[in-house]
């Protein structure tokens, strides 16, 4: 079994917001990452933002924050690749971050599976979705968990890594070493349940949010406030949902309302029309706030 000291090259799988983000996150940890998605473009995007996006490291460092060497360092340990084969064939640790789609996931894993090098642990970065099902389209269901970042990656400390019904007790303390190392505060999920922990949990306060705002209870700057205020939270429910995304917010909510029927999951059709017009919050400029780009 490989330890969290043999971990050395990195391969990201899925280079979009998170994917990028992770990537990132790894890089400025010291690892070796290899990042993949399915056309040149994104993988530009990716790169962009990891140079001088909001948590780029060339911003960080015109900032002070980081020497600028350090800063061309970890760029310089990010390649990219449109070929799945070529960005796993070296990889001791996998980190998939592709669209939240379970068929799509699956695919991804087994795809994944058949190119890595035995050795390799596979990990979802999905913020609902079941591990046991991934796990199922690989041959090594022992070596697959979850390890769901927080947007924006580079600093979020959380991290929760979540066990599958076949994840070895030896893989989860991998992860949990990892997300040390990269300098994250880790939680063990010990049930793959759908949503985790802290979705399970945070989902409600932004879903009652946007109940009260569609029945005109308070304005969202007044609920924002009276949540940062009151309970401080660092930013309210309408403020966390446009950074979380409202297509991803809308996809997790469904996701735990199908598996469990739980109507307090249920999505208010406010949401519903707001994703449906494109309205997805800052990573597009506008949410239920309007953002610069």
């Known amino acids: 079994m490989v330890k969290v000291e043999d971990i050395k090259n990195i391969a990201v799988v899925g280079f979009g917001l998170m994917g990028s983000g992770i990537a990132q996150t790894f890089a400025q940890a010291g690892y070796n990452v290899v990042g993949r998605d399915v056309n040149e473009d994104i993988l530009r995007r990716g790169m962009e933002s990891i140079k001088s996006g909001p948590f780029g490291v060339l911003k960080a460092a015109e ?37 939240e789609d379970l068929e799509l996931k699956k695919k991804v894993f087994a795809e994944v599976d058949e190119a890595a090098p035995p050795h390799a642990i596979i990990v979802s970065n999905t913020s609902s979705l079941p591990i046991t099902a991934m796990a199922a389209a690989t041959k ?129 059709d406010l949401l519903k029309r707001m994703v449906t017009a494109g309205n997805l919050g800052r990573k597009v400029g506008k949410g239920f706030y309007e953002y610069k780009k």
């Open 140 to 268: 090594r269901p022992d070596k697959v968990a979850g390890m769901h970042f927080f947007n924006p990656a580079p600093v979020m400390r959380l991290v929760e890594v979540i066990r599958g019904l076949q994840t070895s007790d030896e893989t989860v303390e991998v992860v949990r070493g990892v997300a040390i190392k990269l300098g994250k505060t880790p939680v063990i999920v010990n049930r793959d349940i759908t949503g985790f922990i802290a979705n399970r949990i945070g989902i409600l306060g932004m879903l009652e949010a946007i109940k009260m705002l569609e029945n005109g209870v308070a304005t969202k700057e007044d609920i924002d406030n009276a949540m940062k205020l009151g309970y401080n939270w660092p930013m309210g429910p309408f403020e966390l949902a446009d950074l979380v995304g409202l297509d991803t917010l809308l996809l997790v909510c469904n996701a735990i309302y199908n598996e469990t029927g739980d109507p307090r999951y249920f999505p208010p």
């Open 63 to 99: 900032k002070g924050k980081i020497p600028k060497d350090e800063a061309e360092a970890i760029i310089n340990r990010i390649k990219t690749t449109t070929d799945l084969k070529e960005a796993v064939k070296d990889a001791d640790f996998i980190v998939e971050a592709v669209f």
